[in-house]
Nanobody
Framework: QVQLVESGGGLVQAGGSLRLSCAAS????????IGWYRQAPGKQRELVAG???????YYGDSVKGRFSISIDHSKNSAYLQMNSLKPEDTAVYYC???????????????????WGQGTLVTVSS
């Protein structure tokens, strides 16, 4: 069973930086796309950033120029560097991945969408 484990959330003052990590593990798989969404209290979940070999990196409008996403295929991990943080960046950040997984040896890889458990980022003013 493939899992995504996030780390790096916490409390930071406005203008500060945080780095989130997301590691995928469990079974045989390859990563098509990996990234982060976030959800603030009373708001809908929104795209923060994503990355794939085919599309490269892409960002939500509210974080462009401040956040940077990267991937390390050797570690099956992705990283979100968040700079110039604002109080409105406060939310639970969820790692999300579209994978190809080998469920049964000898059969073709199958698509699988996986979510992490979420990590809280709080930006104080």
């Amino acid at each position: 069973q493939v899992q995504l484990v996030e780390s790096g959330g916490g409390l930071v003052q406005a203008g500060g930086s945080l780095r989130l990590s997301c590691a995928a593990s469990g079974g045989a798989f390859s990563i098509n796309t990996i990234g982060w969404y976030r959800q603030a209290p009373g708001k809908q979940r929104e795209l923060v950033a994503g990355i794939s070999d085919s599309a490269g990196a892409y960002y939500g409008d509210s974080v462009k120029g401040r956040f940077s996403i990267s991937i390390d295929h050797s570690k099956n991990s992705a990283y979100l560097q968040m700079n110039s943080l604002k109080p409105e960046d406060t939310a639970v950040y969820y790692c999300h991945a579209d994978l190809l997984v080998l469920a049964v040896p000898g059969e073709p890889y199958r698509p699988l969408e996986v979510w992490g458990q979420g990590t809280l980022v709080t930006v104080s003013s």
